[in-house]
């Protein structure tokens, strides 16, 4: 029922050049690591899976395989800080420059598409962290292939139970599986899953090629948790759903961000491509920053942290935490913002304890 934790890095060979069963250095296959990128595969319906040490790593890896030095790409005006830090301060030192747009306004795309013709590739986060804005994937997908370039979509915040980019017509999905997938925190690890099989062996040609490949117990840990992924999303967006609603009437919120609500701005382009509306929910004090950081840490069932898709509930403030190095860029975020990762615990006892720290 459970593949083994193949804890080795080489494999007896019966002969020279014959190999058993095609593995011969954990680098470049570990029957474990297979396990979970066929499984991540299956779950996008992709042609192929592959599953990196981080999602950076996975970023990197496709991003360098796809592009070439001299290369442009669309990237959003709201993202997950650390793809940000990895196109403004690492690939444009090798030559890939890029333009900010935001992603869920298709007419800014297309002519953003029309302004830098030759674009490779459009990045997509939806929903959007930590602003939880929605893009329409299909009608992404569509712009980005009339210019001639590729889609991509970051799918850590919704997770393959529910949304799946590839079926809209998005050509690669990367995953920070240290979050959804993986769902305890006891894991950091990425995905990248290819719509195409040619463009996935030159995936896998650069995976083996630069080395950073999840590890055998970190593939097991990850497919352990995506046993539960179904049950777990279920109840982490009932009990997101509970705590927006609690917000959105607390006179003391003064915006709250959750795809879920009817009043979000992208509300019908979410209902039409996802299943439910995830467990992240943002949204902001009317009292202001001071408000918002003392906030975070009166919490004491939501758990001061980064990081986020865990089954316990979690607390941070972006502008300082996770987004802080995006301060001073188009993608800084609202100081007032705050960030929660909703976990299954008891409703009753979250909303509780979000009332009594606001
Ligand atoms: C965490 C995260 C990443 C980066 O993944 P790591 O596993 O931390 O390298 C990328 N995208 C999103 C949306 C994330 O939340």
């Given at each position: 029922m459970?593949p083994?934790?193949?804890?080795?890095?080489?494999y007896?060979?019966?002969?020279?050049g014959?190999?058993?069963?095609?593995?011969?250095y954990?680098?470049?296959?570990?029957?474990?690591?297979t396990?979970?990128?066929?499984?991540?595969?299956?779950?996008?319906?992709?042609?192929?899976g592959?599953?990196f040490?981080?999602?950076?790593a996975?970023?990197?890896?496709l991003?360098?395989?796809?592009?070439q030095?001299?290369?442009h790409v669309?990237?959003?005006?709201?993202?997950?800080g650390?793809?940000?830090?990895?196109?403004?301060?690492?690939l444009?030192?090798?030559?890939?420059?890029?333009?900010?747009?935001?992603?869920?306004d298709?007419?800014a795309?297309?002519s953003?598409?029309?302004?830098?013709?030759?674009?490779?590739l459009?990045?997509?986060?939806?929903?959007?962290n930590?602003?939880?804005?929605?893009?329409?994937?299909a009608?992404?997908?569509?712009?980005?292939?009339e210019?001639?370039?590729q889609?991509?979509?970051?799918?850590?915040?919704?997770?393959?139970?529910?949304?799946?980019?590839?079926?809209?017509?998005?050509?690669?999905?990367?995953?920070?599986?240290?979050?959804y997938?993986?769902?305890?925190s006891?894991?950091?690890?990425?995905?990248?899953v290819?719509?195409a099989?040619?463009?996935?062996e030159?995936?896998?040609?650069?995976?083996?090629?630069?080395?950073a490949?999840a590890?055998?117990?970190?593939?097991?840990?990850?497919?352990?948790?995506?046993?539960?992924?179904a049950?777990?999303?279920?109840?982490?967006?009932?009990?997101?759903?509970?705590?927006?609603?609690?917000?959105?009437?607390?006179?003391?919120?003064?915006?709250?961000?959750?795809?879920?609500?009817?009043?979000?701005?992208?509300?019908?382009t979410?209902?039409g491509?996802m299943?439910?509306f995830?467990?992240?929910?943002?949204?902001?004090?009317?009292?202001?920053?001071?408000?918002?950081?003392?906030?975070?840490?009166r919490?004491?069932?939501?758990?001061?942290?980064?990081?986020?898709?865990?089954?316990?509930?979690?607390?941070?403030?972006?502008?300082?935490?996770?987004?802080?190095?995006a301060?001073?860029s188009?993608?800084?975020?609202?100081?007032?913002?705050i960030r929660?990762?909703v976990?299954?615990e008891?409703?009753?006892?979250?909303?509780?304890?979000?009332?009594?720290?606001?």
């Amino acid at each position: 029922m459970v593949p083994p934790i193949y804890q080795t890095s080489t494999y007896k060979q019966d002969g020279v050049g014959g190999l058993r069963g095609g593995y011969e250095y954990s680098r470049s296959a570990n029957p474990t690591r297979t396990a979970l990128e066929e499984c991540l595969a299956a779950l996008e319906h992709g042609a192929r899976g592959l599953a990196f040490a981080s999602g950076l790593a996975a970023e990197d890896c496709l991003l360098r395989t796809v592009c070439q030095p001299g290369d442009h790409v669309l990237i959003p005006d709201d993202a997950y800080g650390g793809t940000f830090r990895l196109f403004a301060k690492v690939l444009s030192g090798w030559g890939l420059s890029h333009t900010i747009v935001p992603i869920a306004d298709i007419a800014a795309v297309r002519s953003a598409l029309s302004a830098t013709p030759g674009t490779k590739l459009v990045w997509a986060e939806t929903p959007t962290n930590p602003m939880l804005s929605v893009a329409d994937i299909a009608a992404l997908a569509d712009a980005a292939h009339e210019a001639g370039a590729q889609l991509v979509v970051d799918n850590t915040f919704a997770s393959p139970y529910l949304q799946q980019p590839l079926a809209l017509g998005a050509d690669f999905v990367v995953h920070s599986t240290t979050k959804y997938l993986g769902g305890h925190s006891d894991v950091v690890g990425g995905a990248v899953v290819a719509a195409a099989a040619d463009i996935a062996e030159q995936l896998a040609y650069t995976q083996n090629a630069t080395g950073a490949v999840a590890g055998p117990f970190d593939a097991w840990l990850t497919l352990r948790g995506i046993k539960t992924l179904a049950v777990r999303m279920d109840r982490h967006c009932a009990n997101a759903m509970r705590i927006a609603e609690m917000l959105a009437a607390h006179p003391g919120v003064s915006e709250v961000l959750y795809p879920g609500l009817p009043a979000h701005p992208s509300h019908k382009t979410a209902l039409g491509q996802m299943r439910a509306f995830g467990g992240m929910v943002s949204f902001r004090l009317a009292a202001g920053e001071a408000a918002a950081v003392a906030a975070c840490g009166r919490t004491r069932l939501f758990t001061l942290a980064e990081s986020l898709g865990g089954v316990e509930s979690l607390i941070e403030h972006p502008g300082r935490m996770t987004h802080a190095s995006a301060a001073g860029s188009p993608l800084e975020v609202p100081a007032d913002l705050i960030r929660l990762s909703v976990g299954i615990e008891d409703c009753e006892d979250l909303i509780e304890d979000l009332r009594q720290a606001i």
